[in-house]
C-alpha cells in the first residue's frame, strides 16, 4: 500500500503539472480530527478546474493515479444530482481509495463551505479562506420538539408493519422495513442521547459508526442485540430489545427538554405487537 506522503505526492504533483488545474482541496475523515486513523481512510479531494469538459470526455487521464480495482462514476449513472461537477471514486490494487471530485472554475458556487474543508493547492488565489478543520458541522443537533415527538410516533407506528410483516412471511418486507424505517428513527434517539451526554458537541459519525465511542457499554451491547437473522422468533427478539432500548432512551431525552413522552402509543403497540407474534387476533364468530 502506497503510503500517505506517496499519495500525497502523486495527487499534487498532477495538479501542481497540469496548468487546466488551478486549485486542491480536501475534506472527510483525512481531515477530521477527532475520526480514527486507519489504513481504509479515503483521499477525498476536489480539483478546481478550467476546461472542465476535456476531463470528462476521456477518463483515460486518471490512470495515472494507479491500478484500479473498481471505478465509480456516480454522475455517469443512474440518479446523478446534475449540479454540474464530475467525480471519479477510485480503489486500487494496493488498497487505496482516491474519491475525485472536479468542479468547474466557473461555477465557484459547487466549492465546498464544509467545516472538514482544508486547502492543498490555490495557484490564482480562487478559494475561500476555510477555518481550521473540524467536524462540528456534523455534531449531533438537538431535536425540536417536533422532532422527537415525530421520530417517538414513527418508531411505534411502523413497527406494526414489521410486525405484519413477520405474520405473513413476508421476511423480505419486514427485514427492510424494520432496518430502513424503525432502525432509523432509533438512531435518531441513540444520537440524541449521545448528544446530551456531551452536550452536543461531538459526532456519532455516518451511519452510527462512532456509536461504540461514546455510548456505555451495557447499552451498545444492547443496540447490537437489536440485529437480527432471517429466523422469525429472532426477528421478534430483535424487535422487543430495540422497544425496549427506543423506550429507555426516549424517555431520558423527553426528560432532557422536558418533552412529553406518549407512554400510551408505546403500552399500546406492545400490547399489538405481543397478539401478532402470538397470533391472538381472531375474526369475530
Known sequence: MRTEKEMFDLILGVAEKDPRIRAVYMNGSRTNPNAPKDLY????????????ETFTADNSWID????RLILQMPEAMRYPSGKGYFNWMMLFTDGN????????I??????????????????????????????KDYHVKPPSQLFYLSCCNNFWWCLQNVAKGIARKEMPYAMLMY?????????????????????????????????????PSDIYEQYLLTYSDSNE??????????????SRLAIEVAEHFRYEYNQQDEDNMRIYIHKVKNNLWEYPH
Open 179 to 215: 432496518h430502513n424505517v424503525v432502525r432509523e428513527d432509533l438512531h435518531d434517539m441513540i444520537s440524541w442521547y449521545i448528544g446530551i451526554h456531551n452536550k452536543f458537541s461531538v459526532s456519532a459519525g455516518k451511519m452510527g459508526k462512532y456509536f461504540k465511542r461514546y455510548l
Open 64 to 67: 495515472v493515479f494507479g491500478d
Open 106 to 135: 466557473q461555477k465557484p458556487e459547487l466549492i465546498d463551505n464544509d467545516s472538514l474543508t482544508i486547502v492543498l493547492l490555490d495557484k490564482d488565489g480562487i478559494l475561500p479562506s476555510f477555518p481550521s478543520a473540524s467536524d
Open 233 to 246: 422468533n429472532n426477528m421478534w427478539e430483535a424487535i422487543l430489545k430495540a422497544c425496549d432500548l427506543f
Open 97 to 104: 481509495r482516491l474519491d475525485l471530485t472536479l468542479i468547474p
Open 41 to 52: 481512510q479515503d483521499y477525498d479531494i476536489v480539483y478546481v478546474v478550467k476546461d472542465f
